[in-house]
């Protein structure tokens, strides 16, 4: 026989009304997977937003490593290991990137390299400084080539501060990553983004900037470097994009481009997508003669609305 069970009814007096979240403003709904395409979105309107309010047209970005240190601060960390003070012993910074053997002498090495190395933090931070000191100077209501980086330490922390020391407004695209990279100090503060989507922040650095300056760097750095050569490459975007890649010296131990144009994996005109540059002056008259040419028009600059940045338009 089919049991046939009594419902368990509640007695009207155990109903409470009670008011669901609105799912805009509901945790829960936001965080879970299906919140996903609104996370996605925020990280597209919000930043377009604060260009729009803070008058950014568009950029000029800096990459390269998060490890190198300033000059005087690579130094400094040279001097304790050589000579440490007694109440501080000299351990490595990041013990995992020094290999096996004696730690110290593994470590005076790895300090030495860094004190090599600074001179590139202290090369972004000056070129960062001459094209500020010049886009300032550029006529128009919004701000021109303002200089961008990922937001973080190293050759980003460079690249923002010299702009800050000149006196002009810089832009950090910081990324949420579990060991917490925060953003640097030089940041103009509402010009301070943190993503959550690796491809958002890509999104932004590709679509604002019309110049792209590549400093000595890792898997990072390539992986931006090579991303807006191949949309170069294949003319995806309706621009010419600047790209200035610095340190010969550095790229040509790390990469042999030579040996894809033999291959033929990529054709010998392929190599006029980029320009080395060694010095700061030398990569600043590059980007000064890049820029001018290909996007500033200073009859159009001057009559420049105000509505926002100027996005980059994509080829049909």
């Given at each position: 026989?089919p049991?046939?069970k009594?419902?368990?009814?509640?007695?009207?007096?155990?109903?409470?009304?009670?008011?669901?979240?609105?799912?805009?403003?509901?945790p829960?709904?936001?965080?879970?997977p299906?919140?996903?395409?609104l996370?996605?979105?925020?990280?597209?309107?919000?930043?377009?937003?604060?260009f729009?309010?803070?008058?950014?047209?568009?950029?000029?970005?800096?990459?390269?490593?998060?490890?190198?240190?300033?000059?005087s601060?690579?130094?400094?960390?040279?001097t304790?290991?050589?000579?440490?003070?007694p109440?501080?012993?000299a351990?490595?910074?990041?013990?995992?990137?020094?290999?096996?053997?004696?730690?110290?002498?593994?470590?005076?090495?790895?300090?030495?390299?860094?004190?090599q190395?600074?001179?590139?933090?202290?090369?972004?931070r000056?070129?960062?400084?001459?094209?500020?000191?010049?886009?300032?100077?550029?006529?128009?209501?919004?701000?021109?080539?303002?200089v961008?980086?990922?937001?973080?330490?190293g050759?980003?922390?460079?690249?923002?501060?010299?702009?800050?020391?000149?006196?002009?407004?810089?832009?950090?695209?910081?990324?949420r990553?579990?060991?917490?990279?925060?953003?640097?100090?030089?940041?103009?503060?509402?010009?301070?983004f943190?993503?959550?989507?690796f491809?958002?922040?890509?999104?932004?650095?590709?679509?604002?900037?019309?110049?792209?300056?590549?400093?000595?760097?890792?898997?990072?750095?390539?992986?931006?470097?090579?991303?807006?050569?191949?949309?170069?490459?294949t003319?995806?975007?309706?621009?010419?994009?600047?790209?200035?890649v610095?340190?010969?010296?550095?790229?040509?131990?790390?990469?042999?481009?030579?040996?894809?144009?033999?291959?033929?994996?990529?054709?010998?005109?392929?190599?006029?997508?980029?320009?080395?540059?060694?010095?700061?002056?030398?990569?600043?008259?590059?980007l000064?003669?890049?820029?001018?040419?290909?996007?500033?028009?200073?009859?159009?600059?001057?009559?420049a609305?105000?509505e926002?940045?100027?996005?980059?338009?994509?080829?049909?």
């Open positions: 026989m049991n046939h009594t419902p368990n009814v509640p007695d009207d007096s155990d109903l409470v009304p009670h008011a669901s979240p609105l799912a805009y403003l509901n829960e709904f936001l965080n879970s299906d919140g996903r395409v996370r996605i979105l925020a990280e597209y309107s919000e930043p377009l937003g604060r729009r309010r803070e008058k950014i047209q568009d950029t000029v970005v800096f990459f390269g490593s998060a490890r190198f240190d300033s000059l601060e690579a130094e400094q960390k040279l304790l290991l050589e000579k440490p003070d109440a501080k012993p351990v490595p910074e990041h013990p995992q990137a020094v290999p096996g053997g004696d730690t110290v002498q593994a470590a005076i090495k790895s300090a030495q390299a860094a004190v190395m600074a001179r590139y933090y202290e090369d972004a000056r070129l960062a400084h001459m094209l500020t000191d010049w886009t300032i100077t550029l006529p128009g209501k919004r701000h021109r080539f303002v961008t980086s990922g937001g973080g330490p050759i980003m922390e460079a690249a923002n501060r010299g702009a800050r020391e000149a006196g002009g407004k810089t832009i950090g695209l910081n990324i990553l579990p060991f917490e990279q925060l953003p640097n100090r030089y940041i103009t503060p509402e010009l301070n943190e993503f959550h989507y491809f958002m922040r890509k999104y932004w650095f590709a679509y604002l900037s019309k110049a792209l300056v590549v400093f000595p760097g890792g898997f990072g750095t390539l992986d931006e470097l090579f991303e807006i050569l191949t949309l170069a490459q003319r995806k975007l309706a621009k010419k994009i600047i790209v200035i610095y340190g010969t010296e550095y790229w040509n131990r790390v990469l042999n481009l030579g040996a894809l144009v033999d291959s033929g994996a990529i054709s010998a005109e392929d190599r006029s997508l980029f320009t080395f540059a060694d010095t700061p002056e030398q990569a600043f008259e590059a000064k003669e890049g820029l001018m040419k290909y996007h500033f028009d200073p009859q159009t600059a001057k009559a609305a105000e926002g940045p100027e996005i980059a338009k994509t080829l049909p």
